[in-house]
């Protein structure tokens, strides 16, 4: 901030943007500093006074105060211009100026106490700015951007988004603006188009708001029509929108270009447009010579959503600034992603970083989804708790008010941490060892723990050893962790049973007193093994072959088995074979194990239908009579198949594309599609796009697929 050389002064000179100026009269503004008028007119730096939320809400519920672009202000200092009306000082104060009796309007008395209220500015959450040497007079200035979705919670939250053009030391703005809420201009829920000038306290707009609609391509501009010995002549609107021309009359110079967010009320991240940002874009700062390149720089003063500003391009005539009102999650593809619904209004998520960090959001029905993502850390690691990128995230609700977390750190240990709607997240990462081991029990690094509960107050717990054994470890409520990994051996192998090491266990109950263990041998057979109340762990794991094939029926080992159970006495094995073809086998307590391996192919494919050999398949069960499948393909697609009792496999895999994308939507081939239902008609998929996105789309019985993927 520089201020005006006064007579007399000696201090060393020197060159700020606004010109040649004494050393002494160049100040520093820090943050949570503002500029303001002392009451002999005269610009110093000022701490910022604090407006808290609660402050702003007592503030406005006198009915004495609105929100302003340029902050809170007494009603009695905002102004509305009319069409015949003009800004232009009047003895050093701005007033309305009828063109047409050519006399000012003279402002009301202030009647509310502003000695609390912040400086221009205070609500700024992220923004881009920079100041143009004085030498180069700005004659214009445009920005083109689309009015972002209806944000999805309605908390009474005011939020703007402009362009605009300041003087520097800052003491006004020129601004075309985009509301969504209540302002003095008016307004509610929906978008709406107004045009203002914020002088020091006093705010002038014009007389009519216009409303826009979602998807509406908005270009903001402000025109300098002619300079004046006192005062500069500039009008400001959005180009095809004449209600919102606003004709002023500015003492100084606009010489700071800004791009900004700004709120007020906002109480949850939920109260901004479900979307990652709006992109100011073909940003033009122009002078008599033309379009200048513009050196904008991002300011990020409020991030608890991940708010921050992305300076894309400062390019003459073409600049791009985008406003962010979330920081977009990165996982690393093609990492699964962990998703449970402990409630049918509830959908958790959880997935790994690209930084090793846990992370999860949310969804319901009262706000939708968060739009951010918030980090599941620990302290007392130096890292905050990080395991090793592309990591599979074990999860479990015990019951609707309660979620259990397994992962395998970067150490080999097996981890967990909680939640409880009575305390939240625990906040600590606790390691689930074994006193029986030298290293307290350790696996591949990266490896999926396996967990169910088939009880409220009982957990169990699977993974695969170093060694390739295959263990397991227990929680109740009566005795806590079990401290002890036993492994579930054969004696009949001569290694007493291994697989390769990191291979998936698939597991699940079909009822309380019933285990039912699945995984690929070291063979390439698929195995299992059970538990039951009456009789304990088997002792035995035996394979599911099938006479068809010379092998056997054989899967890539390592592969995932992925089992399902419609109800108690029916169990639907799903895998990926050699030849990439989808086979599944079941049982049930009437016959027993079909023995036989069958392919679900689809004709219309030349190869009858194939996905990356070991891929993982993903089954659901929306009700007893019907299943879903979800696999990606070789090309990368998002291909379902589907099973109902009354007409049997549909022989058809279908793919889940999205017209939006130039490749109509891929991840990775062989990527696991993680699917669930939270009630009968509705279907939700989770998977790590390409670009390290996480992503979902939906079917419901009304509408059937959504034939969108959108990034969370």
């Known amino acids: 901030m520089a201020t005006p050389q006064e007579p007399g002064s000696t201090s060393e000179t020197v060159h700020t943007p606004g010109g040649p100026r004494p ?16 009451e002999g007119g005269r610009y110093r730096v000022a701490k910022r006074p604090p407006l808290t939320l609660r402050r702003t809400r007592a503030l406005l519920a006198t009915g004495d105060y609105a929100i302003t672009p340029g902050g809170l202000r007494p009603k009695s200092m905002i102004h509305l211009v009319g069409p015949d009306e003009i800004v232009r000082p009047d003895g050093g104060r701005m007033k309305r100026f009828n063109t047409r009796t050519e006399t000012f309007v003279e402002p009301p008395e202030t ?14 959450i992220t923004y881009a700015a920079y100041t143009e040497a004085s030498t ?35 003491t006004q703005i020129l601004q075309p603006v985009l509301q969504w809420g209540v302002s003095p201009a008016g307004g509610g829920n929906s978008w709406a188009l107004a045009s203002w000038l914020v002088v020091g306290t006093n705010a002038f707009r014009t007389q009519t708001l216009v409303t826009v609609q979602p998807g509406d391509v908005l270009t903001g501009v402000m025109k300098l029509v002619s300079r004046h010995t006192t005062f500069d002549f500039w009008t400001c609107e959005f180009v095809g929108f004449p209600d919102t021309v606003l004709s002023v009359n500015v003492t100084g110079q606009l010489v700071m270009p800004v791009q900004t967010l700004e709120t007020y009320t906002v109480a949850q991240c939920r109260d901004y447009p479900p979307t990652l940002m709006t992109s100011m874009r073909d940003i033009s700062v122009n002078t008599d010579s033309g379009a200048l390149t513009t050196a904008f720089a ?13 300076v894309v391009s400062n390019t003459a005539g073409a600049g791009q600034i985008d406003l962010n009102y979330s920081q977009q999650f990165l996982s690393l593809a093609p990492a699964p992603v962990a998703s449970i619904s402990r409630t049918q209004d509830q959908i958790d998520l959880f997935a790994v970083g690209t930084d090793g960090s846990v992370d999860s959001t949310f969804w319901n029905p009262a706000g939708g989804w968060l739009r951010t993502w918030f980090r599941l850390a620990d302290g007392r690691f130096g890292d905050d708790f990080t395991i090793a990128p592309g990591s599979p995230i074990g999860v479990l609700s015990r019951y609707p008010t309660h979620l259990d977390l397994f992962a395998t750190g970067r150490d080999g240990h097996v981890y967990s941490t909680y939640w409880d709607a009575s305390s939240g997240w625990s906040g600590q990462w606790f390691w689930l060892g074994g006193d029986n081991f030298a290293d307290q029990f350790k696996i591949p690094v990266g490896s999926q723990v396996s967990c169910v509960d088939r009880a409220p107050d009982l957990i169990d717990l699977f993974v695969v050893g170093l060694d ?26 001569g290694d007493g049973f291994t697989v390769a090491p990191g291979t998936p266990v698939g597991v699940l109950s079909r009822y309380t007193e019933h285990l039912d263990l699945f995984a690929t041998g070291r063979d390439g057979h698929v195995y299992s093994t059970y538990w039951d109340a009456s009789s304990g762990w088997s002792g035995q794991w035996f394979w599911l072959g099938d006479d068809n094939f010379a092998d056997q029926f054989k899967i890539p080992v390592g592969a995932p088995v992925t089992a399902l159970s419609r109800f108690r006495d029916q169990i639907d094995l799903f895998v990926s074979g050699l030849d990439g073809g989808v086979y599944s086998t079941y049982w049930n307590a009437g016959t027993g194990w079909n ?45 379902s198949t589907y099973w109902d009792a009354s007409s049997g496999w549909s022989g058809q895999w279908f793919w889940l594309g999205d017209d939006r994308f130039a ?50």
């Open 23 to 38: 050393a002494d009269h160049v100040h520093t503004v820090a943050p949570g500093e503002v500029v303001a008028a002392d």
């Open 111 to 124: 009647t509310a106490e502003i000695a609390e209220l912040p400086g221009l500015g205070s609500g700024w």
């Open 136 to 170: 180069n007079v700005i004659r214009s200035m445009t920005t083109t951007w689309t009015v972002p979705p209806e944000p999805i919670a309605e908390d009474g939250q005011l939020l703007y988004l402009f362009n605009g053009l300041q003087d520097s030391p800052v």
């Open 298 to 310: 991002a300011y990020d003063a409020i991030t608890d959503c991940g708010q921050h500003t992305d």
């Open 468 to 493: 390739g054994g295959v263990y397991s470890t227990f929680w109740n409520a009566g005795g806590g962790w079990n401290n002890h990994w036993f492994r579930l051996a054969d004696g009949r192998f």
């Open 595 to 639: 023995n036989h391996w069958f392919r679900l192919a689809d004709a219309r494919f030349g190869d009858g239908f194939t996905v990356p050999p070991g891929s993982p398949v993903t089954p659901i069960s929306r009700f007893e009579g019907h299943i879903d499948l979800f696999a990606s393909g070789r090309d990368g697609h998002v291909y």
């Open 663 to 712: 490749d109509q939507f891929t991840i990775p081939p062989g990527a696991r599609v993680t699917a669930q239902s939270r009630e009968q008609d509705v279907i939700d998929l989770f998977v790590t796009g390409k670009d390290n996105h996480v992503y979902s789309t939906y079917w419901n019985a009304a509408g059937g697929w959504a034939g969108q993927w959108f990034s969370l």
